[in-house]
């Protein structure tokens, strides 16, 4: 059975950056997908970042391009996320998601609906 754990998460102020990491236990698979989502209060989940478990074809919304760099560790298990130039409205609940696979063209998902598996979230707070 596949778990997700977040870390990382914290209060900073804008501008600040933070690293978010995922811990994935259980046997992984290379086809994976591992995708990062956000919610904040009264809204929809959004897909902010995904990754093939293999490291390859990350990619990342148009809200964090230029800011957000999502990137795999096999050796250690994980997938981070690095947040750089954090903005107010970057304040919300992050998780990591995985996905039995990746889209027609071999990409990593960008579709909560995608995904089978969640982790607990963790909290990012940016203060203006």
């Known amino acids: 059975q596949v778990q997700l754990v977040e870390s990382g998460g914290g209060l900073v102020q804008a501008g600040g950056s933070l690293r978010l990491s995922c811990a994935v236990s259980?046997?992984?698979?290379?086809?994976?997908?591992v995708g990062w989502f956000r919610q904040a209060p009264g809204k929809e989940r959004e897909f902010v970042a995904a990754i093939r478990w293999s490291g390859l074809s990350p990619t990342v919304a148009d809200s964090g391009k230029g800011r957000f760099t999502i990137a795999a560790d096999n050796d250690k298990k994980t997938v981070d996320l690095q947040m750089n130039s954090l903005k107010p409205e970057d304040t919300a609940v992050y998780y990591c998601?995985?996905?039995?696979?990746?889209?027609?063209?071999?990409?990593?998902?960008?579709?909560?609906?995608?995904?089978?598996?969640w982790g607990q979230g963790t909290q990012v707070t940016v203060s203006s």
């Open positions: 259980g046997r992984t698979y290379n086809w994976w997908s």
């Open positions: 998601a995985r996905g039995r696979s990746t889209d027609g063209s071999g990409g990593a998902y960008t579709t909560a609906t995608k995904y089978d598996d």
